[in-house]
């Protein structure tokens, strides 16, 4: 589960205090309250393990998490996963108080970590996540001491029952691994912990990986303070050089290692001496990689002045790619937007633009017949180029349900019709409010979803512009170059109990708007809930039988046809397939 956290302005009040199990004050446990999309406000427990959270009006789930302590999180007031914990809600200035928790003692891993020749290696990070079901979002660490040895605690389990725990190992002098001496969490052994216990690992031999020394040197002699990163089984290791250009580099994973520096005042350069990653050198573990030179000319720089606008551009970034588009280099606008890309090599770039909180098209820097610019990155200083930001589009709206409330969290998603342009996605706010800026032209689908994260949580009915479940009814958007386009409001129908149907329709005719029945057919025409809600068309009614179609009911089937249509207008009259079925049979009769 990913926690985001957000400034909250404050109204209500959660507060109580966190005991271990035999009813000890558990200082410096973090308490967080989390709403319905994982936002949240979060504090700490005082020494007689009180806590006191404000939060606005809403609905919360409380947790508990000791970090530094052998006691398990929970859930308030017990459980052990985010869905099973009691929802708190919160109304005005309300307070909540006594909402106490009680955490039992979770189970420890205890070992010693050491090289191949049995030396203990110490400062070394050993971070521990679950991998079963009840574990799976624990997260606990420890650092091992000077003989070796550390202590993972606060692991949880069910009681009496063992569960699997994966194992990182980081340190500054070696490679991030895994127990079993591999570099790959697929392949890593896990050890297993149980609730209350501590279970001891003995010694973990460790990966020291390789020694990797060199220099950077230029045409003015060496190289002094530069970073130098070395790139090996999908981890860099990043060292500085001395004042002689000298670099040792400890830890590197074996593989084939790809190495390059960097400095402002000299051009990014990969070993040895090239604008791209075109070399590489293999290591082994235990092993040693020597004379790892890498030879930096003196930076070229692409200097600019972006036009088309008077505002603030201190928040536009700009990426320079070299011809091979295989390396790019960052830059940040000043207020004014100037800007220079440094530590380039000679030669042609082209430009990336970041503009879209600024108003202005995410896209390359083009010529005056859109084809993609091109900017010489020089030595000596040359006359800044222009880049021209180009005005994109703004749209924006609002989501509502039903009854007229905010659609808080849903999900905004722009698709283009033209495959060269890219999706782009928002989030509504609290007051259901969206919106998209820095938009291309174009034509684009429309469409609002929402992901519960709990059985019990609010849900919604996801919705295709301009406002209908049905996808085969959607219209296309139409996106003008530097536009304003706002009002895209849309009602999203509440469906609690996650079936993909509204409730309110649910209710209607009836069906069970507490349960999924989707792909139920109690009229049994072989459409679905689900279909006759997205047709908009009865669920209880059989379409066809006995309407005397072909015959065979004879003149009753209009007397019957004229009964079924005087009790369907009583009711409110969807646009169904019914109707279009009884019209053909109506006149066949």
Same mark, same amino acid.
């Given at each position: 589960?990913?926690?985001?956290?957000?400034?909250?302005?404050?109204?209500?009040?959660?507060?109580?205090?966190?005991?271990?199990?035999?009813? #000890?004050?558990?200082?410096?446990?973090?308490?967080? !309250?989390?709403?319905?999309?994982?936002?949240?406000?979060?504090?700490? /427990?005082?020494?007689?393990?009180?806590?006191?959270?404000?939060?606005?009006?809403?609905?919360?789930?409380?947790?508990?998490?000791?970090? #530094?302590?052998?006691?398990?999180?929970?859930?308030?007031?017990?459980?052990?996963?985010?869905?099973?914990?009691?929802?708190?809600?919160?109304?005005?200035?309300?307070?909540?108080?006594?909402?106490?928790?009680?955490?039992?003692?979770?189970?420890?891993?205890?070992? !010693?970590?050491?090289?191949?020749?049995?030396?203990?290696?110490?400062?070394?990070?050993?971070?521990?996540?679950?991998?079963? @079901?009840?574990?799976?979002?624990?997260?606990?660490?420890?650092?091992?001491?000077?003989?070796?040895?550390?202590?993972?605690?606060? *692991?949880?389990?069910?009681?009496?029952?063992? @569960?699997?725990?994966?194992?990182?190992?980081?340190?500054?002098?070696?490679?991030?691994?895994?127990?079993?001496?591999?570099?790959?969490?697929?392949?890593?052994?896990?050890?297993?912990?149980?609730?209350?216990?501590?279970?001891?690992?003995?010694?973990?031999?460790?990966?020291?990986?390789?020694?990797?020394?060199?220099?950077?040197?230029?045409?003015?002699?060496?190289?002094?303070?530069?970073?130098?990163?070395?790139?090996?089984?999908?981890?860099?290791?990043?060292?500085?050089?001395?004042?002689?250009?000298?670099?040792?580099?400890?830890?590197?994973?074996?593989?084939?290692?790809?190495?390059?520096?960097?400095?402002?005042?000299?051009?990014?350069?990969?070993?040895?001496?090239?604008?791209?990653?075109?070399?590489? #050198?293999?290591?082994?573990?235990?092993?040693?990689?020597?004379?790892?030179?890498?030879? &930096?000319?003196? #930076?070229? /720089?692409?200097?600019?002045?972006?036009?088309?606008?008077?505002?603030?551009?201190?928040?536009?970034?700009?990426?320079?790619?070299?011809?091979?588009?295989?390396?790019?280099?960052?830059?940040?606008?000043?207020? =004014?937007?100037? %800007?220079?890309?440094?530590?380039?090599?000679?030669?042609?770039?082209?430009?990336?633009?970041?503009?879209?909180?600024?108003?202005?098209?995410?896209?390359?820097?083009? =010529?005056?017949?859109?084809?993609?610019?091109?900017?010489?990155?020089?030595?000596?200083?040359?006359?800044?180029?222009?880049?021209?930001?180009?005005?994109?589009?703004?749209?924006?709206?609002?989501?509502?349900?039903?009854?007229?409330?905010?659609?808080?969290?849903?999900?905004?998603? *722009?698709?283009?019709?033209?495959?060269?342009?890219?999706?782009?996605?928002?989030?509504?706010?609290?007051?259901?409010?969206?919106?998209?800026?820095?938009?291309?032209?174009?034509? %684009?689908?429309?469409?609002?979803? %929402?992901?519960?994260?709990?059985?019990?949580?609010?849900?919604?009915?996801?919705?295709?512009?301009?406002?209908?479940?049905?996808?085969?009814?959607?219209? *296309?958007?139409?996106?003008?170059?530097?536009?304003?386009?706002?009002?895209?409001?849309?009602?999203?129908?509440?469906?609690?109990?996650?079936?993909? &149907?509204?409730?309110?329709?649910?209710?209607?005719?009836?069906?069970?708007?507490?349960?999924?029945?989707? !792909?139920?057919?109690?009229?049994?025409?072989?459409?679905?809930?689900?279909?006759?809600?997205?047709?908009?068309?009865?669920?209880?009614?059989? *379409?066809?039988?006995?309407?005397?179609?072909?015959?065979?009911?004879?003149?009753?089937?209009?007397?019957?046809?004229?009964?079924?249509?005087?009790?369907?207008?009583?009711?409110?009259?969807?646009?169904?397939?019914?109707?279009?079925?009884?019209?053909?049979?109506?006149?066949?009769?």
């Amino acid at each position: 589960m990913i926690w985001t956290w957000t400034s909250l302005s404050l109204a209500g009040t959660l507060s109580g205090r966190v005991t271990s199990w035999e009813g #000890e004050p558990l200082p410096g446990v973090t308490v967080a !309250a989390y709403d319905s999309r994982l936002a949240g406000v979060g504090g700490s /427990t005082d020494e007689d393990g009180r806590f006191s959270l404000e939060v606005e009006p809403g609905r919360y789930r409380l947790r508990a998490f000791p970090e #530094e302590l052998p006691e398990v999180e929970r859930f308030w007031p017990a459980a052990w996963r985010f869905c099973d914990g009691s929802v708190l809600v919160v109304e005005g200035d309300e307070r909540l108080a006594d909402l106490d928790f009680r955490l039992p003692q979770g189970g420890s891993l205890t070992g !010693a970590l050491v090289d191949a020749g049995g030396l203990p290696l110490q400062d070394v990070e050993v971070s521990c996540r679950g991998v079963g @079901e009840r574990s799976a979002q624990v997260r606990r660490g420890a650092l091992s001491d000077a003989g070796g040895r550390f202590v993972v605690q606060g *692991l949880d389990s069910e009681p009496d029952r063992d @569960e699997p725990y994966l194992c990182q190992l980081r340190g500054e002098h070696i490679p991030d691994q895994y127990p079993g001496g591999v570099t790959s969490s697929n392949e890593g052994l896990t050890w297993a912990a149980r609730l209350g216990s501590a279970t001891e690992i003995g010694d973990v031999e460790v990966l020291v990986g390789a020694r990797v020394e060199g220099a950077l040197d230029s045409e003015l002699g060496p190289v002094a303070g530069a970073s130098v990163h070395l790139y090996s089984s999908s981890q860099v290791r990043t060292v500085s050089s001395g004042e002689d250009g000298a670099f040792v580099a400890e830890g590197v994973p074996a593989g084939d290692v790809i190495g390059w520096g960097s400095l402002e005042g000299w051009s990014m350069t990969y070993y040895p001496d090239s604008p791209v990653p075109d070399a590489s #050198e293999p290591v082994e573990e235990g092993g040693a990689l020597l004379d790892y030179d890498i030879w &930096m000319p003196v #930076e070229a /720089t692409l200097r600019g002045q972006l036009t088309g606008s008077d505002q603030d551009l201190s928040g536009v970034t700009l990426l320079a790619w070299n011809e091979s588009f295989r390396v790019g280099v960052g830059a940040q606008a000043q207020a =004014d937007g100037s %800007f220079e890309v440094r530590r380039l090599h000679p030669g042609p770039h082209a430009l990336y633009v970041y503009a879209e909180a600024e108003g202005f098209r995410q896209d390359y820097a083009r =010529d005056a017949s859109g084809d993609l610019a091109w900017f010489e990155a020089s030595v000596e200083p040359l006359e800044p180029v222009a880049v021209e930001l180009e005005p994109g589009a703004w749209v924006e709206g609002r989501i509502q349900d039903e009854a007229g409330l905010p659609v808080y969290g849903a999900s905004v998603s *722009l698709l283009p019709t033209d495959e060269d342009l890219d999706p782009e996605v928002a989030v509504s706010d609290e007051d259901g409010r969206w919106s998209m800026d820095g938009l291309p032209a174009g034509e %684009f689908r429309l469409e609002f979803g %929402f992901t519960a994260y709990c059985p019990g949580d609010l849900d919604y009915v996801p919705i295709h512009w301009p406002g209908t479940p049905d996808a085969r009814e959607l219209e *296309l958007l139409t996106v003008r170059a530097a536009s304003l386009r706002g009002g895209l409001d849309v009602v999203m129908p509440r469906d609690d109990d996650h079936d993909g &149907m509204s409730d309110a329709w649910e209710r209607r005719w009836p069906l069970d708007d507490g349960r999924d029945d989707a !792909a139920e057919d109690p009229d049994r025409d072989a459409a679905s809930n689900l279909a006759e809600y997205i047709d908009d068309t009865d669920p209880r009614e059989d *379409l066809l039988e006995g309407c005397g179609c072909g015959g065979g009911a004879g003149g009753l089937a209009p007397a019957l046809l004229s009964l079924l249509l005087s009790r369907r207008r009583a009711r409110p009259a969807p646009r169904t397939r019914a109707h279009r079925a009884r019209r053909t049979c109506a006149g066949s009769s």
